[in-house]
């Protein structure tokens, strides 16, 4: 149980292009979905929060407009790397989580983003 | 401030050597879950164990075992005969009751068990 499956798992694209990546819950709920991007070797960072039906919560230095995130239901979670640059390349990491069931975050596989 | 603290940064052993991690929190709230992870090189991190304020019993799951200490906000993890695929980065993480159980995690120890 408590799997979370993220697509895709590698994307490389040119500069300006936009990228969308997905994170869903695949055998439970997620009432909120968090979204993370890791440098290498580094901790993991923050980007935003979101709640199913709510505008997402982003972190202090986080663009908005950059980093599109939709949570449409209930076991989707969306992000969308706009007029994405070379400086976006990253490792990007979606967790889910059941508020119900307790407080532990379950995260997906994460997605290699690089950008040409 | 560093609600997380993992001071090792980098750890070697060699197989069937026990080895402890060490984590340090840092909080107000009396409410609070701590957590620990494992990531392989695949990236993936993979949840080994949730801890709530209230429960400082010690936990053991196979050769993997946690020492919650409150007094000094300590949240150990140790593995007692290490195998080459324990081999990943592990991270602890402080979930507080009043802040949205937002994680804060720590910068994380890589840990390498050697043949």
């Known amino acids: 149980g408590a799997v979370v499956s993220q697509h895709p798992s590698w994307v490389i694209c040119k500069s300006g292009t936009s990228v969308k990546i997905e994170c869903r819950s695949l055998?439970?709920?997620?009432?909120?979905m968090f979204w993370y991007r890791q440098f290498p070797k580094q901790s993991l960072m923050l980007m935003a929060t979101?709640?199913?039906?709510?505008?997402?919560?982003?972190e202090q230095g986080v663009e908005k407009d950059k980093f599109l995130i939709n949570h449409a239901s209930l076991t989707l979670s969306t992000l969308t790397v706009t007029s994405a640059h070379p400086e976006d390349s990253s490792f990007y990491i979606c967790?889910?989580?059941?508020?119900?069931?307790?407080?532990?975050?379950?995260f997906g596989p994460g997605t290699r983003l690089l950008v040409l | 401030a560093q609600k997380v603290t993992q001071a090792q940064t980098e750890i070697s052993v060699v197989e069937k050597e026990d080895v402890t991690l060490d984590c340090v929190y840092e909080?107000?709230?009396?409410?609070?879950?701590l957590f620990w992870y494992k990531q392989p090189p695949s990236g993936e991190l993979v949840f080994l164990i949730r801890?709530?304020?209230?429960?400082?019993q010690n936990e053991i799951s196979g050769r993997y075992s946690w020492n919650f200490q409150k007094s000094t906000s300590s949240f150990n993890f140790t593995i007692t005969a290490s195998q080459v695929v324990d081999s990943a980065v592990y991270f602890c993480?402080?979930?507080?009751?009043?802040?949205?159980?937002?994680?804060?995690f720590g910068t994380g120890t890589s840990l390498t068990v050697i043949p």
């Open positions: 055998d439970f709920q997620a009432t909120t």
């Open positions: 979101s709640n199913e039906g709510s505008k997402a919560t982003y």
């Open positions: 909080t107000r709230d009396t409410t609070y879950y």
């Open positions: 993480a402080l979930s507080e009751l009043n802040t949205g159980n937002q994680f804060y």
């Open positions: 801890r709530n304020s209230f429960d400082e």
């Open positions: 967790s889910a989580q059941d508020r119900g069931k307790g407080e532990t975050q379950y």
